[in-house]
């Protein structure tokens, strides 16, 4: 480790509150909107969950195809104990959402779709990526496009001259 990247470490050692229960390293310092640790490193701000893995998972912080992400256990979003992180990609990161129910598409607390149709009962059904879905608009859309099919089919000519 370098003494750039020992200093770094020390900063947020400093700005860390140990959980007992979790096991959680949890970041005191300033957060996102979202609540995920934020900290300034060669001028950049990144997330501390990031940085820990620059640190500890040996992530290429220059390298943004690659995300630091929480284990599905981990509780916390300002959490960077590296045991609780792993080094993936933003589509193993919307999956482990989707696992978690958090989700854009998954949310379990929505009640109705966009349209104003109830999300449960006969109403819903789960699709095959996890999502929870409105039958009466999938029978809507289903409707609306065989319907633009027909109106684009060419017309049959049984007349002739």
């Not at 470490?9 to 509150?17: A, I």
């Not at 929870?132 to 029978?139: A, D, E, Q, V």
Request: glycine share 6%; proline share 4%; hydrophobic share 25%.
């Amino acid at each position: 480790m370098t003494s750039i990247e020992e200093k770094l470490l020390q900063r947020l050692l400093n700005n860390t509150f140990q959980d007992p229960i979790t096991d959680c390293w949890l970041w005191k310092g300033s957060t996102s909107e979202k609540g995920y640790g934020r900290a300034r490193y060669e001028g950049k701000l990144y997330g501390v969950h990031r940085l820990s893995a620059y640190l500890y998972l040996k992530l290429d912080l220059k390298d943004k195809s690659k995300q630091a992400l929480h284990s599905i256990n981990c509780p916390n979003k300002n959490c960077w104990n590296p045991l609780h992180l792993y080094v993936g990609t933003n589509q193993q990161n919307q999956w482990d959402s989707i696992m978690l129910g958090t989700h854009k598409t998954v949310r379990r607390d929505w009640t109705h779709c966009s349209h104003g149709h109830p999300l449960d009962g006969d109403n819903l059904y789960i699709a095959a990526d996890g999502r929870r879905r409105c039958k009466i608009c999938r029978l809507e859309n289903s409707k609306r496009s065989y319907n633009k099919k027909q109106n684009q089919q060419p017309p049959t000519n049984n007349q002739q001259e």
